[in-house]
Each structure stands twice: as C-alpha cells, then as structure tokens.
C-alpha cells in the first residue's frame, strides 16, 4: 500500500557509490568523458507502484554534459501515493579532467570510500602484508595513470609502519594532473625483533615501548630529533602537551612524519622469531611477519599443547612427554588427594538482593543480555559514558538477575554458579576498562552491593574528607594522604574516640594497598563488597560442586593469586593441571603460582620456566593473529574472564615479567631469552595502553609493567655492556620520563624506582647537565615525600649538590670531562664508587694488586656512613601547593602529578592548576617560551642570567658544597672528552630545580629569589617561577609580589593557567586596597574574561561600595568584550546606578 520503496537500481555503463540499498536515496556515479548517455534501471519492490525519472520525459536514457554533474531524480510512488526519491549524481569527466572513477586494492579496504573528488585514503591491512596492489580504474583510454611512478599492475612493496602510494593521473587531452594518495597503514607487530646490527637496535628503539619505532614522528624542532611511535606518543599527549622525553610545551603543530626512517626500518635486517627453535633466516623486517607465519620453526600452539604424550600408570591421565616427574611429585590426581576444598555454599546477602526482584530467570535471556552487552561496548578510542539510553552494565545487571535465579532454582549445578561469575567478574571490567558508571538510581534498587565505586567511593570521600581538613587537600600525593589519616587516627586515639579510631585504621590499611602494584584489583578480589569479589565467591561455589572441574580450578587459583595467596592458589593449580596435564591456561597459572612462592620456585624453577614460556608462546600467537584481524576485533570476542589469554588480563603480563626475571638467572635452551621476554612484554603493555578506554586500574597496571620491563633491561644493558654509556645514559632519560608521564599515584616505590633510575644516568654520564638536574629533581621528591626522615633530610641536602653540579657543567662538554665537586660530595656515589672499586679489585687482584690498592685507599678515605634506603616511616611530607595538577574536567588522571620537583610554598590554596611547568624536567632546549621577549621591564637584576659563580658566591653556606673547583687528586676521576662530545646547555630547570630546594627549610631566601629571577629571564611563560617567587615575597611585601606577576608575559587571550596569576595580582591588590592601582583594571578584566564573572562578585562589591563605579564599568565592559559606550552597557551600568 504505502510501499514506495526501489528493490533495484543500477546505471549503464558505470556503478553506483555507494553500492544500492533500498533505504540509501543519494548515489554518485563517475563517468569517462566519452559517455554521451546514461540508462538507468529500477525496479520498485511493490509491483502496484510506479516511478518516474523526473524531467526526463518518460525517457530512462538521459543525456551528459562532459565536465558537468547532471542530478538524475527518481521518485516512486507507492500505491496509496506515498512517494519517495532517489537520486544519482553523476558526473561525467571532460577531456580535461585527472580523475579516476575508482581504485581497487588487494588488502584492506579504503577509508573513506572512493570518490573522484577524494584525493586522500587510508588502507589499513594486516601486519603480516608486506605487499599491495593498487589498481586505479581511469574513465578514458587516453587518461595516463601511474602508481609511486611505474605503470600500474604490479604490488608495491610497504613499509612495516605507513606507506603512501601516489597515483598520478594525467587528463586524457594531457592538459592536467592531479595526485591520489592511498596511505597504507600496517597493523602494528606486537613481537619483539633482534635487529642483526646491534647499532641499529639502537637507532630505531622506541624511547617508550622499546621495540622498532612503529609510524615513527618527531617533535618538531627537537635536537638531537626525539621520535617516538605514533599511537604512543599521541596517547601520552592525550592530556598534557608536553614533549614526553624532556617536558617541553608542544606546538599545536608539532608531530613530524618520517617516513624515511621508516623505510630505513623496515628494510633493515632482523632475525626470525623462532630462532631460539633453530630458525637461521635473516630476513627483511619488513618480511618478518609473512615468513614467521610460514617458519617451519613455529611452535605449535593451542588452547591444550600439542604433541608426543605418556599415559600416567597411576591416574591414567595423558602427561606430556618429558613431564611425568613432575607429574608425578605434585599433580598425579591418585596420589595427591587432600585437595578438598572446604567451601560450603551460602546464600550471600548481595545474591539475595539479586534474585529477590523475583520472576523467574533463564539461561537464555541472560546469554541474549550478554551479547546485547557485547555489541554496545565502546570502540576503539570512545568514551564511555552514554548519553541517554541503555548502559552496557544495564545488560549485565540483567544477565546476573536471570543467572542469580536460575541458581536459586538450581542449586546443584555447578556451571550456573560458574557463569554468574563470568558475569560478576565482567562487571568489575566494564567498569575499569570502559569507565562505566553504575547509575545514581540503580544503587537504590540494591545495585549498591554489586557497584564497586559506590563501595569504594564512599572511603575514598572519608579519605579526602579527612585530607582536607588536616590541610592536606584533595588530590595530595599518597604519602601525604597518609600522614593525615594517620594524624587524625592519633587525634581520635587522644580524644578517646577509639572506634572512630579503628574506622580511620581500617581507611589507613585500605589506602596504604593503593601503593602496590596489584593494590586496587587485590583489593576488589577480596572484598565480597565488590564483584571481583563476588566473582570469586561464586567460582569457589561452583568448583566446591564439581572438584575436578580443571577450569574451576584455575579461576579460583588465579584470584586467590590475585588476592596474595600464592600458597593456596597452588593447590588449585596443581590439581587442575593434574586433571588436564597439556590445558595452557592452568599450565601458566601454576608456572605463575610457583614463581610467587615465598621464596619463588626453588627447585621448581624449570617447571615455571617450562610452564610460562608455553603460555607466552601461545600469548603472543594469539596477539599476532590479533593484529592479522585488526585491532577493533576486541569488542566482538568473549567475556574478559572467558578468555584468559586477552591481552588486558594482567595476570599474562605478570607471568611475562616473572618468566623474564626466571630466565635472567639461568637461561634455557630452545626458550626465549629472558631480553626478548622483557621487550614483548613492554610492547604488549604500551599497545594496551594505546586501546584502553578507560584510564583504571588495568591502564595504571600495565603502565607498572612498563615500566618494570624498562627498568629490568635497563639493568640487563648495564650487565651487558657497561661501556655503552650513551645508550645507557638515554635509557635511564626513557625510564625517567615514562615515570614522570605515567598515570600512577606516587608512591615511595615509584619515588625509589625514579631516584634509582636517574642515579644509573649518573652513573652513565656524571658530567651531563641534564642528567644531574633529574637526579636533583628525584632527590627533591624523595624529600617532599618525607621530609622528616633522614632519608628526606639527606636527599634535600643531595637535590641542592645535584642542581648545583648540573649548573656548574653548563658550557662544559657533556660527555667525559672532570667529574663536578657537588657530585662527588654525595653519599649514595661515594657508596656506588667504593662498590665499584671493591669489585674491580676482586677481579684484578691477582693482576695488578698495587693499582686496587690504591683504589681502595681513595674510596675508603671519603667513605661515609652507609644510607638507610628502606621505605621510610609512615607519612610526613610537606604539603606543597599544587602537586595535584587537577586538570580542568578532565575525566582521567592527570599524568605526571609533580612526580618532579613540587612547588614551593606552604599550604595549598586558590584553585588548583594543571601547571605546565611543574615537572621540571630538564629542558634541554629551549622551548618556544625562551624566544618570547618579556613584556614588562625587566628589574634590576632580571636583565642577565646568573653564572654558576655568582649562584655559588650568594649561596648561604648551609649545604656542604665546595665554592670553588678544586683540582682533583685522582686522575681516575677524570674521563677523556671525545672529541665530539656536545655541551651541556644553559637551561632554567635545574636553576628552578635548586630554587626550590633551598626554599625548603630555609630562613634566608635571597638565593632563590636571585635564581628565580634567573629562570623568568630564561623562560619567561614558565608560571611556577613567577608563582614561587611571589610566594617568597607576599608575606612581607605584597605589591612586590604583585610586580613578580605583573611581569608575566600575558598572551592577548589568557589561558586557565594564565588566570591564577591574575587571580592574583587582583586578590593582593584588593587587600591592601590599591584601588587605583592602574593594574587593578587589566587584571581584573583578563580574570574575568577567563573564570566568568562571577569570580569578581566580592571585589565589585567592595569596589561598589568605594564609589570606583568607573573602574567598574571598564571592568564590565572589558569582561564582555564592548566598550563603556555600548548601548547593552550603558542600560546595565544605569540599572546598577553607576550612571
Ligand atoms: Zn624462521
Ligand atoms: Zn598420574
């Protein structure tokens, strides 16, 4: 009746783009430019309806105007003369036009589709295609066409990153060209590779995953060029903008494509994967993963491992061969038998809260509610919050409703029990992963007991509560969260509050978790509150149901692994293997369980080994195959708990690390080396980074894993190759800035990883300015974390000797060179060097006993008392203002929270800003700010930079640093200068670095004054400069204070960071009443333009009540951007009786 649809369409000659669908009404079509005529065909899916093609006169041919589009109109009208219309651009080419009418590839498929107006596509293909065939259809014979510059028809080859292919296209009367471009993209190869050239390995190493440079861009304007893998670097610069390696503010355009290195990288030659199995192929990178999928080396893998098995005598169960003793000592299911699990079900008050909604569920509905899950998952790079409608964790509610139920009507069968668990578990993922949030309403409907936050949540308020009312402030770093938990427990303690007290103590214990590495997901695992939790429980109900269940088995053992239970996670894991001796996953598990022993896997080792390697052969199977499809396959696949073997499940990574560790102390033949181990983990691990959606607690876990990979091949490179200082050198530069740019909370671990990181860089290269500033910046934060110990003590004392090295090698070379006094002034190198030269005398002893001698004797006659390194007591750190860079609404984790060295100054107060500047890092080019002249006249002193002498000659004489160079005694401390060996910089960071330091338990600030001064002149937008300073001058001369911000050079329009310092100037002027202060105006206006209005409201009041109603009405005026004469302003001002 109402039917007005087309069933077919099509055009002769040519095709329609898109291709025909009955509810699709616009189409293009292109057509050479001999084609006079065009027929079109349709059919009408209703036979009572009727079309025509309007203006045609009845006529189906239609004529073409060469170089134009002529609009073909369709409309069909349905029985009950309902009419639709479809339409057809079609363009006919002239003789003069260089297009195409379409381009066919061999692999992938263009992105966007084609159109001859396009000039620009993307093809993304396997990572395997090293090859692809463009095939351009040209409209005309006489059209000329080449592909990258040959004729076209033969495959080009690609990059192992990103290849363009230009398709030149001359008209067919040769007047004009025109290009198109396909940029072929390879998925990303998720395998660690040994360049045959070890100097290349270096050359082409990503500064973050540490694996070949994937699409590999520069920063613009970096040297030597920073170039970093594109995914990784764009998700690093997601929120701050900064330039990972050296903390440089980026230009809007900043990222620089080199494509030439790519090439350069993938023609470089690599080993095969498999040659730890015998494989000799060196083979074009380029080609690796074609040949590695064709390898006769390649291990066989699969879910059970395949090969040669033995039947047990005892349990006759199939062993793999070679493993019967081990079968035997500790899996044999007939001789290892007091294994019960002494579990009994019960009903837990948040599965009644489940089921009690009543009604009866089903399997099937809730399978149907799982797959309605699945398909409304965020995709790659989606937020994960919906607008309106239904929320992925609705679905899975509604799946544990009906699972819930049918338990309730089934007790006995083990795999509902197993299922609800899946689900709870998956729960806890969504949430993580995806960032979903349980709705407000639901917790009343008694989803509270399912939503992990609400629980968590409701500590984590108490926690800041507490915080901020013992100064601490939201957002402080960890270790002053602590101190001020703990303060208020001793107060509570004191005022006889005592269960008040074990409440605070409980908040205390559940904080503290947070610094581990496993702390929030061990946490949820066993806290029945929560569904990770619950999950557990309810894997534990089914396996009490069915014991040799191997399955069941494994998930109960790796959450128990979870939970810190290595010892009963390994009898789950035993048995479970015993029951299905060749199963993968449980294979894995129990190598994973044994490495976690107390005291690791002693005589065990082999079997982990054996038993982990085979879960990270089969791991990395499964992420090639991954990258063969396409990194978007994730949403289609199963529940997270379904298959252990996703790359987010960071038990796999874990397991990796640890087979790394094993692997490092004793070595196996026909097993990766525990270096490749480390670097696919590390790749894995910053590929997981690049997809996850949510920035929770599997983000932060694998950016830990990261950065234990970093550190342990950073380690192993030192063993390896002591002399490689550079290398060395610039991984230690790596790891510190993968720490500074990661998302993890700090903690005295991470605090201890960054001191010891930037204490090898020292090591390294002792004379480079930079990196004796980061050593300074580490030893900062160390103190500012616990600034009572004598741990803190020391490193302030160590921070204030690091910047001053780090100034005094400015203009010397970077490289060899004299060793700088302020260095060897501190312990921790004095300790490193006795070490040194008590090992090398060991070892040369025999060789040449005079010259260790000696050695000794220089080492002993410094030698200090040796320095506690232990995590130091609880709390007690200085509250600095603005660690927390709480960014403006941004959803995730600000990176880098002042991992650096933090602000000075005292409580915190005024808004929080994100500061660009707070890390610190060691800037070793200036950045765009540098070449920005001050606006405002420069002081007395701001007109030159202060040499290191003058630093030295008005430092208080508090820290034992040597005023002069004196010349040293040993000639060993003295390396030769390579002729090549760059200079160290003048830079600010280690100038603003040492401010800091000494404005930490000093009276006297007139040294920081001088070197804050220093770093406005050398880096006039650096804001924490401008901000310390005036800290140090507002108690006692306030307007100085305002001149230090008035300094700023403003932009025309100011930034949300440019605001506070106008905040300022406003707040400092209003209270000493400066109201004709002509500098009240601008900063006024700047201020309100920025934060709104309202952020004025006091001051005009005050302001109004001291009759400035002309300052007021420019104020007004300026804040909306219109003149005092404007009509809307003029009627304003009148209303407010400023008129
Ligand atoms: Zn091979
Ligand atoms: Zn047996």
Redesign the pocket.
């Known amino acids: 009746m109402d039917d007005a649809d087309l069933e077919k369409l099509s055009i002769k000659p040519g095709s329609l783009t898109p291709k025909f669908h009955v509810n699709t009404t616009e189409y293009s079509a292109t057509l050479p430019c001999d084609v006079e005529k065009l027929t079109v065909n349709c059919l009408t899916s209703d036979s009572n309806a009727s079309y025509q093609i309007l203006g045609s006169g009845g006529e189906r041919t239609l004529p073409l105007k060469e170089g134009e589009v002529t609009i073909i109109k369709i409309e069909v009208s349905a029985e009950d003369g309902t009419t639709k219309l479809y339409q057809i651009h079609a363009k006919r080419l002239a003789a003069r036009d260089a297009s195409l009418t379409d381009i066919k590839v061999s692999s992938g498929s263009l992105m966007p589709e084609f159109s001859c107006d396009v000039l620009q596509y993307v093809c993304v293909v396997p990572s395997s295609t090293s090859a692809i065939k463009v095939t351009p259809a040209i409209p005309d014979k006489k059209t000329g066409v080449k592909v990258c510059g040959s004729e076209p028809g033969s495959e080009v080859g690609l990059n192992i990153g990103e290849t363009g292919i230009d398709i030149e296209v001359t008209s067919a009367d040769a007047t004009n060209k025109q290009v198109y471009t396909v940029s072929v993209i390879r998925n990303w190869f998720s395998q660690a590779v040994t360049f045959i050239d070890p100097k290349q390995a270096k050359k082409f190493e990503c500064p973050i995953t540490l694996a070949p440079l994937y699409r590999p861009v520069s920063v613009s304007g970096s040297d030597p060029k920073h170039i970093f893998s594109e995914p990784i670097i764009d998700e690093l610069t997601k929120t701050s903008k900064q330039d990972p390696l050296d903390a440089t503010p980026l230009d809007v355009e900043w990222k620089v494509p080199e494509r030439a290195l790519d090439k350069e990288i993938s023609s470089a030659i690599v080993q095969?994967?498999?040659?730890y199995l015998g494989?000799e192929?060196k083979?074009k990178f380029a080609d690796l993963g074609s040949?590695?999928k064709e390898?006769?080396?390649?291990p066989k893998t699969d879910v059970e491992i395949p090969g040669d098995t033995a039947t047990c005598g005892d349990c006759s169960r199939k062993v793999l061969q070679g493993e019967t003793d081990w079968h035997q000592a500790n899996m044999c299911t007939s001789k290892h038998t007091s294994r019960e699990i002494k579990h009994s079900i019960k009903d837990h008050s948040w599965e009644k809260k489940l089921y009690q909604s009543g009604g009866s569920g089903s399997e099937i509905e809730a399978k149907k509610q799982i797959e309605l899950y699945r398909k409304s998952l965020p995709k790659q790079g989606q937020a994960g919050r919906i607008e309106g409608g239904k929320s992925p964790l609705d679905y899975l509610h509604t799946a544990a409703l009906n699972l819930a139920l049918t338990v309730k009507q089934s007790p006995k069968q083990a795999s509902l029990h197993f299922q609800l668990g899946l689900v709870l578990e998956e729960q806890y993922y969504a949430q993580d992963m995806y960032g979903y949030k349980p709705e407000e309403e639901d917790v009343g409907q008694g989803l509270a007991s399912l939503s992990l936050d609400a629980k968590e949540s409701s500590k984590e308020d108490d926690i800041q509560a507490i915080c901020v009312q013992r100064g601490a402030g939201s957002n402080a770093p960890l270790a002053r969260q602590l101190q001020a938990i703990d303060e208020e427990y001793k107060y509570l303690l004191d005022s006889g509050q005592s269960g008040k007290a074990d409440y605070v103590q409980t908040l205390y214990i559940w904080k503290s978790k947070q610094a581990l590495q496993d702390g929030r997901a061990a946490q949820a695992a066993s806290d029945q509150e929560t569904p990770l939790g619950q999950a557990y429980l309810k894997y534990l109900d089914a396996l009490s149901l069915d014991q040799n269940n191997a399955l069941y088995n494994v998930h109960v053992g790796r959450l128990l692994l979870l939970q810190g239970k290595p010892e009963e996670a390994l009898t789950r894991l035993q048995l479970a293997v015993g029951i299905k001796p060749a199963l993968t996953v449980a294979r894995f598990y129990l190598g994973l369980a044994l490495a976690q022993q107390k005291g690791g896997p002693g005589s065990r080792s082999k079997e982990a080994i054996t038993y982990l390697h085979d879960g990270l052969v089969y791991l990395l199977e499964s992420a090639s195959v991954r990258a063969e499809a396409g990194l978007d396959s994730s949403v289609d696949i199963t529940l997270h708990s379904e298959d252990l073997w996703r790359t987010t499940n960071i038990q796999l990574f874990r397991g990796c690390v640890t087979l790394a560790t094993l692997l490092r102390k004793s070595p196996q033949d026909k097993k990766m080396s525990a270096q490749n181990v480390f670097h696919s983990a590390a790749l894995l691990a910053a590929q997981n980074l690049c997809t996850l959606v949510s920035r929770g607690d599997t983000y932060q876990s694998m950016e830990w894993i990261l950065l234990d990979c970093h550190s342990h091949l950073l380690e192993m490179l030192q063993q390896k190759e002591p002399g490689n200082t550079s290398w060395i050198a610039q991984r230690c530069q790596q790891l510190t800035a993968m720490i500074r740019c990661s998302t993890l909370p700090q903690s005295i671990e991470i605090l201890q990883l960054q001191e010891k990181t930037c204490q090898k860089g020292v090591m390294a290269q002792p004379t480079s300015s930079q990196t004796l500033c980061q050593l300074g910046n580490s030893q900062l934060a160390m103190y500012d974390n616990d600034s009572s110990s004598d741990v803190g003590k020391k490193a302030l004392i160590d921070a204030r000797l690091s910047y001053r090295a780090s100034i005094a090698q400015e203009g010397k070379p970077s490289v060899g060179g004299e060793l700088p006094e302020q260095l060897k002034d501190q312990a921790w190198w004095q300790d490193k060097i006795k070490e040194e030269e008590a090992k090398k005398a060991a070892t040369e002893k025999a060789k040449a006993p005079a010259a260790a001698a000696a050695a000794t004797k220089t080492a002993a006659g410094k030698a200090p008392a040796a320095r506690g390194r232990g995590a130091p007591a609880r709390g007690a750190a200085a509250a600095t203002r603005g660690t927390a860079a709480a960014t403006k609404g941004a959803a995730a984790p600000a990176r880098g929270a002042a991992r650096g060295a933090a602000r000075g100054g005292t409580a915190a107060k005024g808004p929080a800003r994100g500061g660009a500047a707070t890390r610190g890092g060691a800037a070793a080019k200036p950045g765009p700010q540098a070449k920005t002249p001050s606006k405002a006249s420069p002081s007395s002193n701001a007109n030159k930079v202060t040499t290191p002498a003058k630093v030295n000659g008005t430092a208080p004489a508090k820290s034992p640093q040597p005023q002069q160079e004196k010349p040293t005694d040993t000639g060993k401390q003295t390396a030769a200068v390579p002729s090549n060996a760059p200079l160290n910089r003048i830079t600010y960071p280690a100038r603003l670095g040492l401010a800091r330091a000494l404005v930490r338990e000093a009276k006297d600030t007139s040294e920081s004054q001088v070197l804050y001064n220093d770093v406005i002149v050398m880096a006039p937008q650096i804001h924490d400069a401008y901000i310390e300073l005036a800290d140090l001058l507002v108690k006692d001369e306030p307007l100085k204070a305002v001149d230090v911000y008035d300094r700023f050079p403003f932009p025309e329009e100011s930034s949300f960071d440019d605001a506070y310092l106008h905040g300022e100037v406003v707040r400092l002027l209003m209270k000493r009443e400066q109201f004709d202060d002509a500098r009240l105006e601008k900063h006024m206006i700047s201020w309100g333009r920025v934060m709104g209005i309202g952020c004025l409201e006091k001051y005009v009041e005050i302001l109004d009540s001291k009759f400035k109603t002309k300052l007021l009405m420019s104020v007004y005026a300026g804040v909306n951007r219109k003149t005092v004469d404007d009509p809307d302003m003029q009627a304003f001002f009148k209303f407010k009786m400023w008129l």
């Open positions: 095969c994967l498999y040659s494989c192929s083979i040949h590695a390898c006769a080396s390649k």
